[in-house]
């Protein structure tokens, strides 16, 4: 079964880092875009940023621009996640979501990992 895994998040003191990762695990033909997302409570979900398929530039939305630094390791179908100085703002549940084409099969299908919680604190 194929399943997104992310590690990293907690409770983070305000000013110090955070370094989230997702790796792709399970019988995977090929790995397309890959995207952070982040949900806070009473809103949807806001992208952080994306690297498509093979490529190395990240995309930002706008929750992300400027403030996060994404990369990915297309060698080990994972996806990274880097934010120097956190403040309480960057508190929320960030999700993992790949495009992902299963082993004998032709077609793309977008998976999610379940969620990692970060709580920004004092």
């Known amino acids: 079964q194929v399943q997104l895994v992310e590690s990293g998040g907690g409770l983070v003191q305000a000013g110090k880092s955070l370094s989230l990762s997702c790796e792709v695990l399970?019988?995977?033909?090929?790995?397309?875009?890959m995207a952070w997302y982040r949900q806070v409570p009473g809103n949807g979900r806001e992208l952080v940023c994306r690297?498509?398929?093979?490529?190395?530039?990240?995309e930002y939305g706008d929750s992300g621009k400027g403030r996060f630094t994404c990369f990915r390791d297309h060698s080990k179908d994972s996806l990274y996640l880097q934010k120097y100085s956190l403040n309480y703002e960057d508190s929320g549940v960030y999700l993992c979501?790949?495009?992902?084409?299963?082993?004998?099969?032709?077609?793309?299908?977008?998976?999610w990992g379940q969620g990692t919680q970060v709580t920004v604190s004092a």
């Open positions: 979501n790949a495009l992902v084409r299963r082993e004998f099969t032709s077609s793309y299908e977008p998976v």
């Open positions: 399970g019988p995977v033909g090929d790995v397309g875009d």
């Open positions: 690297i498509a398929g093979g490529k190395g530039i990240p």
